[in-house]
């Protein structure tokens, strides 16, 4: 048993504690390059967000001094520094306040303000990027405790994410869309708070020494006070979290119905779209040429219905104006995911070019050449499949006139590799029983 707790125990290869506090005193402060640094990481952050770039993103985070003050505010807490606290506090609102200004600059310049997949995934946080935010604090806080720091941190600042919410709620100020920049700004302050929870709960574990003796009452006010902030912060997330399985709940349910009673039964559907918040919840769809009477529509809003979707309406795009604009829009979206499909397209049409015969006059040359051949047929081969020397060549598969036989073989295949431009022909004879199966 005493191995066991020996193998899990923090104090091992932990550093002096007193050496500890001053580097996490030293990195508090937001004055001269690590204001810099943190303007420069937020425009980074920020480009990334616009251009969609989520390696760009990921080297905001890194270069991002902001886990500084909240590992100070965690400290602080756990050893009831109070003076420690406030100048915590103090430079995480002066960095949060740089940060948003910024990005609300940047954003409200840039010419690019569409909502790109990494803005939107910063709006709506839920019970697991709590989760995300007290686990990386648990390993940052204990990365920074040891002698041999190891690669943690690095980590730490991509897994919880502080730079890109706190850009997005810049975002939202620039384009005054008051429902991302709520989003986003929770998930920062999720982030921040859980972190440093976790350096509160390791710094009393690791028994960091008190900065001032604390009247029990007083610790005991502050554990209260702790523990109501974190059902505060939790309760909300437990909720979006839940909002968050209900849509995709919905939007499978949907798509198997469609695919059931449309896709399965030979329809085309061009045009399909979700509206999850409305009331009631909105299914628009379009066929390519099929057109429903009301007595059709009415029964598929039921069978919907008896899927267990109430308060969803579908509406069939049939002779809306508006249907042609809106598909364009939907496509526009969606380049990027094309020009995928192009390329695949467009690598399988080189691959298959390998092997297309483009000869179509070299049949009657051989025949007028070689009268004893009854019918040639041309084709490409791969010889060697699948290692470094593997090479494309030509199979002349022949029949021969009845009761003739070939005499000149060699010659063909030097007649062949001259007309093909090539050394690798190869001649076969196909027998009268192949040839008649």
């Known amino acids: 048993m005493n191995k066991i707790v020996d193998f899990i125990n923090l104090h091992n290869g932990e ?10 005193t030293a990195n508090i402060s937001f004055r001269g390059s690590n204001l810099w640094i943190l303007a420069c990481a937020i425009l980074i952050a920020s480009i990334g967000l616009n251009v969609n770039s989520t390696a760009v993103i990921i080297g905001a985070m890194l270069i ?30 002066i960095a949060t306040v740089v940060s ?18 990494e803005l939107l995934a910063r709006t709506s946080p839920n019970i697991y990027d709590v989760m995300i935010a007290f686990f990386g604090g648990l390993v940052g806080v204990i990365a920074i405790t040891r002698v041999e720091k190891g690669n943690p941190i690095p980590g730490v600042a991509i897994a919880t994410a502080l730079m890109p919410p706190l850009c997005t709620a810049g975002y939202g100020l620039a384009t005054l869309n008051i429902n991302y920049f709520l989003g986003a700004f929770y998930l920062y302050t999720i982030n921040c708070f859980f972190i440093c929870i976790a350096t ?27 523990t109501v902030l974190m059902m505060l912060m939790i309760i909300p997330s437990f909720y979006l979290a839940y909002n968050l399985f209900q ?19 030979g329809y085309t559907v061009i045009y ?25 529509i009415q029964l598929y ?59 179509p006059g070299l049949k009657k040359e ?15 081969i791969e010889r060697f499949a699948e290692t470094d020397s593997a090479k494309i060549e030509w199979l002349v598969l022949y029949r021969l006139t009845d009761g003739k036989e070939i005499k000149e073989s060699v010659k063909i295949t030097n007649w062949l590799n001259e007309r093909l431009d090539t050394q690798n022909v190869k001649l076969l004879r196909e027998t009268e029983a192949e040839a008649e199966k």
């Open 272 to 296: 399909q779209k979700l509206n999850y918040n409305s009331n009631p919840k909105k299914v628009d769809i379009a066929f390519l040429n099929k057109k429903l009477t009301p007595t059709e």
């Open 15 to 24: 550093e002096d504690k007193e050496k500890v506090l001053e580097n996490v």
């Open 247 to 265: 849509e995709k709940r919905f939007t499978k349910t949907v798509d198997e119905f469609i695919n059931l009673e449309f896709g399965s039964r």
């Open 366 to 380: 051989l025949l007028i050449l070689f009268p004893e051949l009854q019918s040639v047929t041309l084709g490409k």
């Open 301 to 359: 809003n039921r069978m919907l219905a008896e899927r267990g979707l109430n308060n969803t309406v579908i509406n069939f795009r049939q002779d809306d104006a508006d249907l042609k604009s809106e598909i364009l829009s939907e496509l526009s979206k969606q380049d990027h995911s094309l020009t995928e499909k192009d390329l695949t397209i467009n690598s399988l049409r080189q691959e298959l070019s390998k092997y297309k015969v483009e000869e």
């Open 200 to 226: 509160f709960f390791v710094i009393k574990y690791l028994k960091y020494p008190g900065a001032a003796a604390v009247d029990p009452k007083n610790a005991k006010k502050i554990r209260y006070g702790i």
């Open 100 to 117: 948003l200004l910024v990005s609300a600059v940047y954003f409200y310049i840039s010419p690019f303000k569409d909502v790109q997949s």
């Open 64 to 93: 991002s001094p902001l886990m500084g003050p909240i590992l100070g505010a965690g400290f602080a807490l756990g050893t009831y520094n109070f003076r420690l606290l406030r100048k915590s506090i103090k430079n995480l609102l």
